[in-house]
């Protein structure tokens, strides 16, 4: 499997709870990014992992956190669950040196919070 | 003002036809423009990607990129059915790293 895999596909959670995902980048990229999909909108920059340490994160609170392990996939944390967070939770890896060559996506995660 | 502004749609176009998807974009130091197709329910799929002014050709498809202008455009020749999706325009600042920023797509529809 050369893809990017995520898990889990759906989720149901409640306000005020926390929710854990995961995703598995692309053989040979090394770097995973974090997006947040509205309906109707374009993705939004969540946060960006390389060599485990945080590349850089758009404007989303604390209560998203993420976290690269050193087979470079990635878990991206929301604590305090809030009805708005409900979304489709995108994970997309790169290759660090060649950035120029854009994203593959996962399958998404879609978030529902009740 | 958002970063990346593409007309929203939907834009509906007969078989055959080209279909023609507008971007611009409001900070000039982006350096690597893409284009990702997301079908309804899916997620987004990169299809062409272009760093130079001018002109890019894959196939049915031609990205134009004109700096000066802070315009991208995506032409899709021969458009066919199996094309109607939302087509995402995406910039990026940075050419070794860093976010992509993305418009909110537009949607277009090709009529058999």
């Known amino acids: ?114 | 003002q958002k970063e990346v502004e593409q007309n929203s749609g939907p834009l509906s176009v007969p078989e055959g036809a080209i279909a023609s998807l507008n971007c611009t974009y409001s900070d000039r130091g982006s350096q690597s423009f893409f284009w990702y197709r997301q079908y309804s329910g899916k997620s987004p799929e990169l299809i062409m990607s272009i760093y130079s002014n001018g002109d890019k050709e894959d196939g049915r498809f031609t990205a134009q990129l004109n700096k000066a202008s802070q315009y991208v455009s995506l032409l899709i020749r021969d458009s066919q059915p199996s094309d109607s999706a939302t087509y995402l325009c995406a910039a990026k600042r940075d050419t070794n790293a860093g976010k992509s920023t993305f418009g909110d797509g537009t949607t277009l529809t090709v009529k058999p």
């Open chain 1, 1 to 114: 499997e050369t893809g990017v895999t995520q898990s889990p596909t759906h989720l149901i959670k409640t306000r005020g709870q926390q929710v854990t995902l995961r995703c598995s980048s692309q053989s040979g990229h090394n770097t995973v990014s974090w997006y947040q999909q509205a309906l109707g909108q374009g993705p939004q920059f969540i946060f960006q992992y390389y060599r485990e340490e945080e590349n850089g994160r758009g404007n989303f609170p604390p209560r998203f956190s993420g976290l690269q392990f050193p087979n470079y996939s990635s878990e991206l944390n929301v604590n305090a669950l809030e009805l708005d967070d409900s979304a489709l939770y995108l994970c997309a890896s790169s290759s660090y040196q060649g950035a120029n060559y854009g994203y593959t996506f996962g399958s998404g995660t879609r978030l529902t919070v009740v």
